[in-house]
């Protein structure tokens, strides 16, 4: 009875036989559907808009707010449509906090890093700590856990575990089938996780770096209807035809809208979305989040009408949101108010009608609400003590190289993608061949797993820095020049329950605890990346290489879903025959 009252009344607000409850005036509003601007009102009813029109002269009573926006543009609130928030190192309430100032009013998060730790807990966990924020999060369940055979995860994610999760309301696809080549090949699990999606009626959203021809066929035939792995127009213009949408990628660690910018054309903007994959909390503060895409793409040449609706609209079209990504009658009053489409630069955001940010900084009512609402989680005991292993010693990252040749992973400059090196055996050059030995550490079930291997083009030169960022399956990275710093820098992260650190000459020089599965912590988003800046100046002065990462490029350095050598906790990895390979031969 109680909705039937609230259309009612929306509809007769809409007609002008009653008030909204707020009006907002003198103001240009922003048509995804057309493309162009009108001069009208909106009227908002229960966070609802009601009607565009004008509104404001027929306004009867007191009652009624009015809302001047001195002339200013307002366009829908923007959608993120693939993130995965652990990556951003923060908890969910302070992900909210950084980027609701930017313009985000809705998410599509996969939480595949914390499900890699804690499985369906850190799932429970990830959709309990979502819950109460003032922006929504949807999710799409990890479709890969673990990414792949040769990875040791925390758990392993079958069909019949994540069936009964797509009832719920937030949950609205399958993330990422990373594991195209069991896709195109009937893998009975695989197989049975899409069709538990298709019959929930739920996306399934794709990762098919390089596929073409029948392969493609294959995998879009199966039913994955979308990528973010394009690197190259050609690569993304053949799987438009083959009918999925494209997600243009402009992250921390990988960019491609530079080499995307062909669909913004005429043809492909209709099924093109804006994501960010991975985004570090220093992007967050100092670039933005997709308001820096949509800017990124007009000083590139786009047009700004579909930059918006290509962060908006399409996202909302292609997951099913109903009533997100629009400013019109019966849609969310969720939108951003701007100087200019052509310039973007956000002055206040609004989530379901009322001021939720204002100047780049949330109102004082939004952040008090965040945090009062932000349930504890304390019962999540695997996602807050997910480390489950001894100490190491120095003895641990011994390797005995037998042959003349040896693997080295090779990084390169700008890419997540690495390729093999073969040198000789000879250790006592290696620091002046910029290689460093790297060890990935086994942390959630206690096997004792140690995987060792060589690396190229990191640049260390003394000391030793870990990690338990690892992707997939987040174990414990280290990668160092002398054993015994590596065991110091691995048991400095175990001791913090996960996290960063950088040990020099037997002493720890910096961390960053992430208590939270190993990937993320508690702590402000300007704190943390002051800390993260910090260690990244302290790796610099060990010698590590100018532009990169060095912990973003040692956490995709146990990545065994992209080309073309990897470490896991068994030893280096070929990503295409997803087979152990010895390090020396």
């Known amino acids: 009875m109680r909705k039937q009252e609230e259309l009612k009344r929306l509809i007769s607000v809409a007609f002008g036989r009653e008030n909204p409850d707020v009006i907002f005036t003198n103001c240009s509003i922003f048509n995804v559907f057309t493309g162009d601007l009108e001069k009208k009102d909106i009227a908002v009813c229960n966070g609802v808009i009601a009607g565009i029109g004008d509104y404001a002269d027929a306004a009867d009573g007191a009652e009624v707010k009015i809302v001047d926006l001195n002339g200013l543009t307002v366009c829908p609130g923007l959608i993120d449509g693939h993130i995965h928030i652990e990556s951003s190192m923060l908890s969910p309430k302070e992900f909210a906090k950084a980027v609701i100032p930017h313009g985000t009013t809705a998410v599509v998060t996969d939480p595949h890093e914390i499900a890699n730790v804690a499985g369906i807990s850190g799932i429970e966990f990830m959709l309990e700590k979502t819950a109460r924020l003032p922006m929504d999060v949807y999710f799409v369940l990890p479709s890969c856990v673990p990414a792949t055979p040769l990875d040791e995860a925390g758990a392993t994610l079958s069909a019949s575990d994540l069936e009964p999760l797509f009832k719920r309301d937030r949950v609205v696809g399958l993330a990422e089938m990373m594991n195209a080549f069991g896709t195109v090949r009937n893998d009975e699990q695989i197989i049975k996780k899409i069709l538990s999606a298709k019959a929930a009626g739920k996306v399934v959203d794709g990762h098919g770096p390089g596929l073409a021809g029948n392969e493609l066929n294959a995998y879009v035939a199966a039913g994955v209807k979308s990528d973010h792995e394009c690197m190259t127009f050609e690569d993304a213009e053949e799987k438009l035809r083959r009918g999925q949408w494209i997600m243009i990628r402009q992250g921390t660690a990988a960019k491609n809208l530079e080499k995307l910018m062909p669909l913004f054309g005429e043809k492909y903007y209709t099924r093109c979305l804006l994501v960010t994959d991975d985004k570090n909390p220093g992007e967050l503060i100092s670039l933005g989040h997709i308001d820096y895409i949509i800017r990124e793409a007009i000083r590139l040449g786009a047009d700004p009408a ?137 942390r959630h079930k206690n096997t004792g797993h140690i995987g060792i291997g060589f690396m190229s083009g990191y640049g260390l030169k003394k000391g030793a820095i870990a990690s338990s960022v690892g992707h997939d399956s987040h174990n414990l990275i280290v990668a160092g020049v002398n054993d015994s710093d590596m065991a110091i820098a691995a048991n400095a992260v175990r001791a913090n329950k996960g996290g960063l650190a950088v040990v020099n000459n037997g002493r720890v020089l910096g961390s960053l605890p992430l208590p939270i599965a190993g990937l993320m912590c508690e702590r402000e988003a300007d704190e943390v990346q002051c800390n993260l800046e910090d260690l990244k100046n302290i790796a610099a002065d060990l010698g590590t290489a100018k532009g990169i990462d060095p912990f973003m490029s040692l956490s995709f350095a146990s990545l065994p879903v992209i080309p073309e050598l990897r470490i896991t906790t068994h030893g280096l990895a070929k990503v295409d025959t997803q087979s152990i390979v010895p390090v020396s031969f």
């Not at 962060?311 to 939108?335: I, V």
């Not at 204002?358 to 003590?385: C, P, Q």
């Not at 010693?393 to 037998?402: N, R």
């Open 306 to 442: 579909r930059a918006i609706r290509m962060a908006s609209l399409n996202a909302a079209e292609y997951f099913g949101l109903k009533g997100k990504g629009a400013l019109a009658p019966g849609y969310k009053a969720d939108f951003v108010v701007v100087d200019s489409i052509e310039s973007f630069n956000i002055r206040q955001v609004y989530y379901g009608g009322e001021l939720i940010s204002e100047k780049g900084k949330l109102t004082d009512y939004v952040a008090e609400y965040i945090d009062e609402n932000d349930s504890h989680g304390n019962e999540y005991k695997s996602v807050y003590n997910s480390f489950n292993m001894p100490e190491v010693t120095a003895e641990d990252f011994k390797i005995e190289l037998t042959g003349s040749s040896r693997r080295v992973i090779g990084l390169v400059p700008g890419e997540i993608f690495t390729r093999e090196i073969i040198t000789d055996t000879d250790t006592s050059k290696d620091a002046e061949r910029d290689i460093v030995k790297l060890a990935l550490i086994e």
